[in-house]
């Protein structure tokens, strides 16, 4: 029975005739949640979208066969994307490092500091390890002599630099000797051949002699270290470091205004970056025919490293689902997989871990750059994997000792590897050279690694990603300890407080002076 009440003659329904109105607001309130999924993913889902877009249009255009003028023109929204990506490496690094340091106090920025240079180490260590163990599994180079840079029709890379060099180049630029040229040049030994004299027959005696050069490309190692050390230096100064302090702030919270709005051009940039990639390919078919063990060892790697290793030792730490934390970091990952550069992927990455995960800024900001420079997780398996896949190209039975130097030299090295494309194809060289192996096959690692390159940026910055949200687990326990630790201490001085109340008011004068007077206490203080 519909229950019915009239009011200035208007009828009003009962539970009955609401049913209709309470669909309504369910549907409008499901709208609602679709609406607001759509926007807060809008950039992920245009990110993806992108990808999968630019496949399909490099395919299509890909028939066209286009002149190479015409690939560089079709190129260019996308090379576009990757200069306005580097644009912002520089004061993203230098302000979020000095800014960073600056905001924890000495104690937190050595433990935290010591604490994540552990991780760097032992996870890249792990991952050589993973590289040379499928490198001796799936063996990519056996049955594979005939294989050579000539038969693929590829340039000859070689690489003369001696190992002792190439780490003493990494601690020189550890310093650099000029900080407006750290911006854009890096030190590197070259070589020269000095006559020293004469022997018995008469021949010229000459002598291979290094010598300092400047190459292109941003020292971003010694910048790192010089931001962090000047963050530390300015919280050393007290008030008088707290202008300058809040300058690296406002001019870091600037840089991440541009970084939001550099953000929504991603999308589109990567649609042209990976169409012009498909577009550029020579013969995909042969180089997969001929290195295509080499290939799916590497991705393998990555994938066990990158999605069985790495979320362990996350949920090892905190506990916590570790797929849940990179669910919120899918823009970045897109973006490391399109550019092949960590350095590019930076900027995003930052936003996305403050905003998506909650990751403290004084932590991801201090974290992530130095992450982005000597973390390279991915880049030690495929390394690993292409120094024993030439050793067995080349028929050359590696000992015990030429593996442990391989695993140390390639998670040393990788400390100084340069995060953009290609960066590790100059490290193989350093492990080739370390164990007696000749480099001219490099060239053959260089036709497959924009293939390879993708899924090792990837775990690169997942890796970063992953420390951070371990750093910041750690932060948390100990600000909450130390919170406690307080929340007890003022426990303790209340109770004492109250106990040295407590005795002034039964202390033995007082009650001595009641009984002479022959009065209560009680008496004595109503009548006071």
Not at 444 to 453: G, P, Q
């Amino acid at each position: 029975m519909e229950i019915k009440s009239e009011i200035n003659g208007h009828a009003i329904p009962g539970s009955a005739s609401t049913e209709p109105m309470v669909e309504k607001i369910a549907k409008k309130s499901f709208r609602e949640k679709l609406m607001e999924f759509l926007r807060k993913n809008l950039l992920v889902i245009m990110t993806v979208s992108g990808v999968l877009v630019g496949v399909g249009l490099g395919m299509v255009v890909r028939n066209m066969n286009l002149t190479r003028a015409q690939m560089t023109y079709f190129a260019f929204p996308g090379e576009m994307l990757l200069r306005m990506l580097k644009m912002i490496i520089l004061p993203l690094v230098v302000c979020s490092l000095v800014s960073g340091a600056a905001s924890l106090d000495t104690r937190s920025l050595g433990k935290l500091g010591g604490i994540a240079v552990g991780y760097f180490l032992v996870t890249t260590l792990i991952a050589s390890g993973i590289g040379v163990a499928l490198a001796f599994i799936i063996k990519p180079g056996v049955g594979a002599g005939a294989l050579n840079t000539n038969s693929l029709g590829l340039e000859s890379v070689s690489n003369n630099k001696e190992t002792a060099d190439s780490f003493l180049d990494l601690a020189r630029n550890l310093f650099p000797a000029n900080l407006v040229a750290a911006a854009f040049s890096s030190y590197a030994t070259d070589y020269r051949m000095v006559a020293v004299g004469n022997d018995t027959n008469g021949t010229t005696l000459y002598q291979k002699v290094p010598f300092g050069t400047e190459t292109d490309g941003m020292n971003i190692l010694g910048l790192v270290l010089f931001a962090m050390v000047f963050g530390v230096a300015l919280r050393k100064l007290g008030d008088e470091g707290e202008e300058l302090i809040r300058f690296f702030n406002a001019f870091n919270e600037a840089t991440m205004v541009l970084v939001s709005w550099i953000m929504w051009y991603i999308p589109f940039g990567i649609m042209f970056l990976v169409g012009s990639k498909i577009v550029e390919m020579v013969d995909v078919v042969l180089l997969v025919t001929s290195l295509g063990k080499y290939i799916f060892a590497s991705i393998l790697g990555h994938i066990i490293h990158g999605g069985i290793i790495l979320p362990l030792i996350y949920f090892g730490f905190t506990r916590k689902n570790p797929f849940s934390f990179l669910s919120g970091l899918i823009t970045p990952f897109t973006t490391a997989f399109a550019t092949c550069s960590s350095s590019a992927t930076l900027p995003s990455m930052i936003k996305c871990v403050e905003e998506n995960n909650g990751v403290d800024k004084r932590i991801s900001r201090f974290i992530l750059p130095i992450g982005a420079t000597v973390n390279m997780d991915g880049a030690a398996i495929f390394q690993c994997i292409a120094a024993v896949f030439i050793a067995q190209l080349n028929n050359v039975e590696l000992n015990a000792g030429q593996i442990l130097t391989i695993l140390v030299t390639a998670t040393a090295s990788s400390v100084g590897a340069a995060g953009i494309p290609a960066g590790g194809i100059i490290t193989i060289a350093i492990i080739l050279e370390a164990i007696g192996l000749p480099t001219n096959d490099l060239s053959l690692m260089l036709a497959v690694d924009w293939i390879v390159d993708r899924t090792t940026t990837v775990v690169n910055v997942e890796g970063d990603a992953l420390g951070a949200g371990i750093l910041h687990h750690i932060n948390q326990q100990e600000m909450q300890q130390q919170q406690h630790h307080e929340e007890e201490l003022a426990e303790v001085r209340v109770e004492a407080v109250a106990n040295i109340q407590a005795e002034e008011e039964t202390s033995p004068l007082v009650n001595h002076q009641t009984k002479a007077l022959g009065a209560t206490p009680e008496a004595i203080e109503s009548v006071l």
